[in-house]
């Protein structure tokens, strides 16, 4: 049974975590999962990754920055979500196109409307059936993000954390509006919360979505 469901949110929000657990949930009660991310998921999508998450690249104006991700995710799209999707699969993203509205759009300022014909040129017709907000306090998630920096000792991907907090604001303001547009499709989870009471709130949520999903005609 295909099924696309991504997993939202602002740094440090521990979607990485929570995905991975769903994977593993999924997987033991024999769905096929594909477990993916954006901006990558793929060889030519992980090269612009790099070049987009990279500290160094702090000088990377905005325009050309949402034509990084639009080329990462169509590629992305292309090689990795559709196909799976064809083959009947549940496919997990870490990030998608609300990331782009919401960081691009909220906290850069471009265009929403350019924003979204880029986000239907690179993604055509996948779009989430489900999505999972995971909203934090803005503080808490920067000081996790940063954190794991120190514990990784790798900052290779961290030049979304030297923004100012006000940037995060906007991000965070801007998901929590996409979900209060699409309630349908959104589900909002208090990220603060312990690890395993959000693995089981996440695991609770997605077994009901397939439930319906599978009885619907």
């Known amino acids: 049974m295909a099924a696309f469901i991504t997993f939202e949110g602002i740094e440090g929000s521990g979607k990485t975590t929570q995905i991975q657990r769903l994977r593993t949930g999924l997987e033991a009660a024999g769905h096929q999962v594909v477990q993916t991310r954006e901006p990558g998921g793929c060889p030519i999508a992980d090269q612009i990754r790099g070049i987009l998450l990279h500290p160094d690249n702090s000088g990377l104006v905005a325009r050309a920055e949402l034509l990084l991700y639009a080329a990462a995710r169509a590629q992305h799209v292309e090689e990795v979500v559709k196909p799976a999707l064809e083959q009947g699969k549940i496919v997990l993203c870490d990030r998608f196109t609300d990331a782009t509205i919401a960081?691009?759009?909220?906290?850069r300022g471009l265009n929403r409307e350019l924003i979204l014909n880029l986000n239907q040129l690179a993604a055509g017709h996948c779009t989430p059936d489900l999505t999972l907000l995971f909203d934090l306090p803005v503080e808490t998630?920067?000081?996790?993000?940063?954190q794991r920096e120190i514990d990784q000792q790798d900052c290779s991907e961290g030049r979304f954390e030297r923004e100012a907090l006000e940037f995060h604001c906007r991000i965070r303001t801007g998901y929590l509006a996409l979900a209060a547009a699409e309630p349908e499709r959104f589900r909002i989870i208090d990220a603060g919360q312990s690890p395993n009471d959000i693995a089981a709130q996440v695991s609770e949520l997605v077994a009901k979505f397939l439930s319906r999903r599978a009885e619907s005609p």
């Open 103 to 107: 960081y691009q759009g909220e906290g």
């Open 141 to 146: 998630g920067l000081g996790r993000a940063r």
